[in-house]
């Protein structure tokens, strides 16, 4: 793990110290919108991570984390869960390929992968698969909203990129882009587009990623 990022409880995940003040600057812009929140699992509603906490005081949160020595932290369950399914979910074409390549009919095959993906979050989550409400939960109630990536500089973008697996080399636009797609893909196809945000800037790219990915489903 890179010690230049830091674990930071508030929002479930390590940054870095200039992704900790984009998302602080974020968040005030965007009050009342999906920055900044998260599902609290005893009530399965999202909350918002900053009730109660000014811009000050999230700077000297993030000011106390990097001058701490780096501590490596296991995610909670559910954040994991959610990353697993997330993962599953974003590779599901491959896989109801791989079912039906084994004998599956379509609509068989779309319910053996859901129940791959309850098999796995309830491994995580260490419950019964029968009081499982996590992966139908998360569609139901989630909302996704894409940055404005074009505000971000270069090394910022970069940072992302790496912090998510994916090839940092290109000019802006292609970075920008490159963030986009990923954050599309992680999109299960059944959610309402009223519960996608995303910029101007971004609408035609966005649009067209949604549309590909459901005609790619439908084949």
């Known amino acids: 793990m890179n010690e230049e990022v830091r674990y930071w409880e508030r929002v479930g995940m390590y940054v870095t110290r200039e992704f900790a003040e984009e998302w602080i600057e ?8 999906s920055a900044g929140r998260y599902l609290a699992d005893d009530i399965d509603e999202y909350e918002d991570s900053t009730i ?8 000297r949160e993030v000011e106390k984390l990097f001058n701490e020595d ?9 954040t994991r869960a959610i990353l697993v399914a997330s ?3 974003r590779n599901k074409k491959n896989r109801m390929r791989e ?14 992968m859901q129940e791959e993906i309850d098999d796995a979050v309830s491994e995580i989550l260490g419950i019964d698969k029968g009081d499982l409400t996590v992966t139908q939960g998360i569609k139901d109630i989630q909302s996704y909203s894409i940055p404005d990536y074009n505000s971000l500089e270069i090394f910022e973008l970069k940072n992302l ?6 090839e940092t080399k290109g000019r802006k636009k292609t970075l920008v882009e490159r963030l986009i797609e990923f954050d599309v893909s992680m ?22 990623l949604l549309n590909d ?3 790619e489903e439908e084949e």
Request: no cysteine.
């Open 26 to 33: 974020r968040v005030n812009a965007q009050e009342g919108s």
């Open 52 to 59: 109660g906490a000014s811009s000050g005081q999230l700077r």
């Open 70 to 78: 780096f501590k490596e932290v296991e995610l909670p369950a559910s």
């Open 87 to 89: 993962e599953m979910e």
């Open 99 to 112: 079912l039906m390549a084994e004998g599956l009919e379509k609509q068989d095959a779309k319910v053996k």
């Open 161 to 166: 990129l790496k912090q998510r697996g994916h």
């Open 187 to 208: 999109i299960p196809l059944d959610t309402p587009s009223d519960r996608i945000t995303y910029g101007e800037n971004n609408s035609e790219l966005v649009e067209a």
């Open 213 to 215: 990915r459901r005609e």
